[in-house]
């Protein structure tokens, strides 16, 4: 199986630290970000994985020089210009060929999902589209998504006025498509997945949800992304787990460690 993974943008909300450095490789646990991401698509299924590419791609080519992450096969599609997440998507599976069911990633998520799930549930479905969707305790911070019993994606209800939320499900950041959702997305223009290509999707009555209580976060901005190096050495993650000293790695005597 292919999969897409967003990784283009400028990472602006961690400022510094992307000055010189994509977001999607900065170290989460020792590893790059990109690194752990594609770990857990393997271990979905996936083989083959494109980076759709914009800000710096020369890091990502750099860090796998031979074209592999673990055993999945790497791909590099580097956008002419800013299109969106909806343009990077379509850019990137055109450039790979994909003619298949595939998985779209968010560069900048960390999950325990179990990605081979989320196809099991898209299948059951006969879904065009399926979104991964997390629970949240304040979900008017989002945009929240109104889902039916038997998993049909209503609408999308952006930042609602507390108590007024359809549920308490947000867009976690994981999908599988059909190549038939490709058609939906203006060729070469900016186009937002989110605001422009699902409404029409959930009008087409072809787009599910598959809800999980997994660990989840959006390691895009300095708290959480300082937090998703820290769940890593305690309890939070089902799948992952790492020392707090990388391999190799040395303290001096004088240092005080927090």
């Known amino acids: 199986m292919q999969a897409v993974v967003l990784v283009g943008g400028f990472g602006t909300r961690l400022r510094p630290l992307t000055n010189h450095i994509p977001k999607p490789m900065l170290p989460v646990g020792h590893q790059p970000m990109i690194a752990r991401l594609i770990g857990r698509l393997e271990r979905g299924g996936v083989t083959e994985v494109v980076l759709a590419l914009g800000f710096k791609p020369e890091p990502f080519m750099e860090a796998f020089p031979d074209g592999r992450c673990g055993g999945v096969d790497l791909r590099y599609a580097v956008e002419p210009e800013p299109l969106d997440t909806g343009g990077a998507i379509r ?67 952006e930042k609602p006025p507390k108590g007024s939320e359809p549920s308490n499900l947000i867009n976690a950041g994981t999908y ?17 997945i989110e605001r422009a290509t699902f409404p029409k999707v959930v009008d087409n009555g072809k787009m599910f949800g598959h809800a999980t209580d997994d660990y989840w976060i959006d390691a895009g901005v300095p708290d959480l992304y300082r937090k998703a190096n820290l769940d890593l050495l305690g309890t939070e993650r089902r799948t992952e787990r790492c020392d707090a000293y990388a391999p190799g790695a040395s303290v001096d005597p004088a240092a005080t460690v927090m």
């Open 91 to 157: 850019f990137a599976a055109m450039d790979a060929g994909i003619t298949d069911t595939f998985i779209v990633a968010n560069g900048d998520v960390m999950t325990d999902l179990d990605v081979g799930g989320l196809v099991d549930a898209h299948r059951s479905f006969g879904a065009e589209a399926t979104i991964h969707l997390i629970g949240v305790d304040d979900p008017s911070a989002f945009g929240v998504v109104d889902v039916a019993d038997d998993g049909a994606i209503r609408e999308f209800v």
């Open 176 to 192: 599988v498509f059909e190549p038939s959702v490709l058609d939906l997305i203006a060729d070469g223009e900016r186009v937002s």
